[in-house]
């Protein structure tokens, strides 16, 4: 069975980036467009990854995080965080959260690649 | 050498050689894939909010800026109008908006220019970036200025130049043929 990563960000064009570079990953992309549809998704969908913008309508990345960590269906599932906010105090921010990465934009296809594959253990 | 050692030579020769291979393909598609995503996105639709909206996350998104202003030549005789600013002045006296003589510069030049590197940050108003002239079959229908850039992306330098070639020409198309939308809107 596929491994299954769920894209999360308003901005269609970085979704569609992002699903431009792992399209040909060994694994299911799924999307949502704010926080909240993330936390349900991920709930219904159980993926093994979450990218995730962080300045996002309804629920910001960093509430959705918190919302992830604190149930224990997805407490451990790894979280990075893909955004324009590359400021020490959000990245510090996002790792008090609990996320597992954190990436700036622009993104770079193969920091990108490379940090998926080391999350989900594929070797390229 | 015996023969399975002449043979594993090649092989791993075979190896290396397709990993340059694999290494140069990786490259090529990571320089494509924006450019691709350029192409999609403006030209998903001919609503002017929608084309104004795809530019601002691509500029955001792959450029790395969240300051800019779109400037189109309307009229007869032309002038260089605002048609929109995200996180800056949206006030539509182009003349006194930041950057303004370097922006008819390239208006009248045809040509992109980008900041020098150190370029000093006055602070009075946002630091012009870019300026990038829109065209549509090789003419200069309008600008995208560039304002100050994301804190960790830096200054624009000569490698971006391609993608900036791209946006001149698809959002210069896209807005073109999304000026009807927005001759409607403002009736």
Redesign the interface.
């Known amino acids: 069975m596929k491994k299954k990563i769920l894209l999360v960000d308003d901005s269609r064009t970085s979704l569609f980036m992002e699903r431009m570079i792992l399209k040909d990953g060994p694994w299911e992309l799924l999307t949502a467009e704010d926080g909240q549809q993330a936390v349900e998704r991920a709930l219904a969908e159980r993926p093994h990854l979450i990218l995730m913008d962080v300045v996002m309508p309804r629920m910001s990345g960093f509430e959705a995080l918190r919302e992830l960590r604190a149930r224990s269906e997805t407490r451990d599932t790894p979280v990075i965080l893909v955004t324009t906010r590359g400021e020490p105090a959000n990245v510090e921010e996002g790792y008090q959260n609990g996320c597992s990465g954190y990436l700036t934009k622009p993104i770079d296809p193969d920091t990108l690649l490379a940090s998926v594959e080391s999350c989900l253990g594929v070797v390229s | 050498m015996s023969p399975v050692e002449t043979q594993a030579d090649a092989l791993k020769a075979r190896v290396v050689s397709l990993e340059r291979q694999l290494a140069q393909a990786?490259r090529r598609?990571?320089e494509l894939?924006?450019a691709?995503?350029v192409a999609?996105?403006l030209h998903a639709s001919l609503d002017r909010k929608q084309v104004i909206l795809?530019l601002e996350?691509?500029v955001?998104?792959?450029?790395?800026c969240?300051q800019l202003a779109v400037f189109e030549l309307v009229g007869a005789p032309e002038v260089l109008t605002l048609v929109a600013a995200v996180g800056v002045p949206g006030e539509s006296n182009d003349s006194t908006y930041p950057g303004a003589a370097r922006i008819a510069h390239g208006v009248a030049s045809g040509e992109t220019w980008l900041a020098p590197a150190g370029a000093a940050d006055s602070g009075d108003e946002p630091p012009l970036s870019a300026c990038i002239p829109l065209k549509v079959d090789g003419r200069v229908t309008g600008a995208l200025a560039l304002y100050r850039m994301?804190?960790?992306?830096g200054a624009l330098e000569p490698a971006d130049l391609p993608l900036l070639e791209m946006l001149s020409t698809h959002a210069g198309i896209a807005l073109a043929a999304s000026r009807p939308t927005a001759v409607e809107a403002a009736r």
């Open positions: 990786r598609i990571a894939t924006p691709h995503v999609q996105r795809a996350e691509i955001a998104g792959l450029v790395g969240e994301l804190d960790h992306r």
